[in-house]
């Protein structure tokens, strides 16, 4: 059977749309009462996103009430680190807790372990294959990982991180061990990236959350560099699968990222000015940018914000999101107004 592809996976490869396509990162999480449901009934959050039913349901929860073009795989960036073997736990209240990689022992740990990582990962395709069986006709399934540097910071520092200064300093006085974790990172995530898509994924996205804390020098060689190789590969093997990067806190190299990594989409944080994303827009498709403390108050302000944004980029090449995950606090009629609001939306051409 030849069908045309969803809306979403033509809006992230450029298509202009006369009522722009949207979905929120983190759109299934804390703030709907049915997810704290259904992660009540897990052992904890490493067991919800290996368990296929449970992902399965809560990737679907913000599809049934908001009714998103896409839904987003129920998983975390920290499987692939997981599936590496190393030590991952999420504490109540404070987040990720990771035995943290030192030396080329803890790497070497990792590399011996790619043989049998997309094994220990398989409820996630699962879990892909059954939302496939679930979304409405027109919605899409994104699949997803961290961006390699993303990924490394945690390995490096144990968990979440203020400084960075562990992983910092790791890349600068031992750029070849650190060359080393990247490059595993680079093959893992893209062998995890194609099994999603094998399993059914329409669209990836790259997180790359911490690649604006990186100089420029180490931005290109570590953020873009790897992220450019996984989206080389995996456009070689699947020409028609949109991918999106979405390298937060970018500012200006933003322009550098559109340019180099090859993504057909580029995702932009709450401080991207929107003049500066229209003239990306004429290189790349854009994704953003709301700011999720905006859609956590509601009200004007969120409405104002959401215009604004509409009005500057629904002409181009876009997806509306916003700048960063949903929040816990935010109320979900919030959300439901941003829906309306967006569905709503008719484009005057200028
Ligand atoms: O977007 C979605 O709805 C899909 C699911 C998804 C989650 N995490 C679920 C999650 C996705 C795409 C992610 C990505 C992710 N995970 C990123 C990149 C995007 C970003 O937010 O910057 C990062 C850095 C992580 C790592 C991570 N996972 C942290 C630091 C934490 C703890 C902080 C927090 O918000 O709780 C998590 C936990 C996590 N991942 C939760 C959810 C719903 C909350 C866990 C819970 O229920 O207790």
């Given amino acids: 059977m030849h069908t045309q592809p969803k809306s979403f996976v033509r809006a992230i490869q450029g298509e202009v749309q006369a009522r722009p396509c949207f979905w929120l990162m983190r759109q299934a999480g804390r703030y709907l009462p049915e997810y704290r449901a259904t992660r009540a009934t897990a052992k904890g959050f490493v067991d919800l996103c290996l368990r296929p039913d449970l992902a399965t349901e809560i990737t679907l929860q913000p599809i ?41 022992a803890g790497v070497a740990a990792l590399e011996k372990n790619l043989g049998g990582f997309l094994e220990k990962l398989g409820p996630v395709f699962e879990t892909v294959d ?69 399993a059914g994924a329409e669209a990836l996205q790259l997180f790359d959350t911490w690649a604006g804390i990186l100089p420029e020098d180490e931005y290109r060689r570590w953020a873009i560099e790897p992220a450019k190789e996984i989206v080389a590969d995996l456009r070689t093997r699947f020409p028609s699968v949109p991918i999106i990067y979405f390298p937060k806190g970018s500012g200006s190299l933003y322009a550098y990222a559109a340019a180099e990594v090859g993504a057909d989409a580029l ?72 829906a309306e609001i967006v569905r709503s939306w008719r484009h005057r051409k200028n």
């Fill in 64 to 104: 049934r009430r908001f009714g998103m073009d896409a839904a987003i795989l129920f998983s975390d960036i920290l499987m692939v680190p997981h599936g590496l073997g190393q030590k991952l736990d999420f504490l109540e209240g404070e987040g990720p807790k990771l035995d943290p990689i030192v030396d080329a």
């Fill in 130 to 198: 059954r939302v496939k069986a679930g979304l409405p006709l027109d919605t899409a399934l994104i699949g997803f990982a961290g961006a390699p540097w993303t990924v490394a910071t945690y390995m490096v520092e144990g968990g979440t991180s203020k400084d960075f200064a562990k992983v910092r300093m790791l890349a600068c006085r031992e750029p070849v061990l650190f060359e080393k974790l990247i490059e595993v990172l680079v093959e893992a995530t893209t062998a995890y990236l194609v099994r999603q898509v094998e």
């Fill in 267 to 338: 995702g932009l944080d709450t401080a991207v000015p929107l003049d500066f994303a229209k003239g990306l827009q004429r290189q790349i498709a854009v994704q953003g940018n709301l700011d999720p403390i905006k859609l956590a108050v509601g009200g004007a302000q969120m409405e104002d914000a959401i215009r604004r944004i509409l009005e500057a980029l629904a002409g181009g090449p876009f997806v509306f999101n916003l700048g960063h995950g949903v929040i816990p606090q935010t109320p979900p009629e919030n959300v439901a107004r941003l």
